[in-house]
């Protein structure tokens, strides 16, 4: 590739209140290289441990779940 662009939009991002430490967040994510385009709406599951964000999980999501 000779070139790669990512762009997020729409960010959301949810505290679960039973684990504190537990953060899921949503947004559109824009894909542009130089032989690959794409658009796609995606979820993360971070945790906070020991000062720093790590990732859980991470997938798509379907448009609905944002449009509520």
Do not use: R
């Not at 949810?14 to 537990?22: E, F, I, R, S, V």
């Amino acid at each position: 590739k000779t070139f790669i662009d990512i762009n997020l939009e729409d960010i959301e991002i949810y505290k679960y209140p039973a684990y504190p430490n537990l953060f899921l967040t949503y947004f559109k994510q824009n894909y542009e290289s130089n032989n690959h385009n794409s658009s796609m709406l995606k979820e993360i599951l971070w945790e906070f441990e020991n000062g720093n964000l790590k990732i859980i999980s991470e997938g798509g999501v379907s448009w609905s779940i944002l449009k509520k």
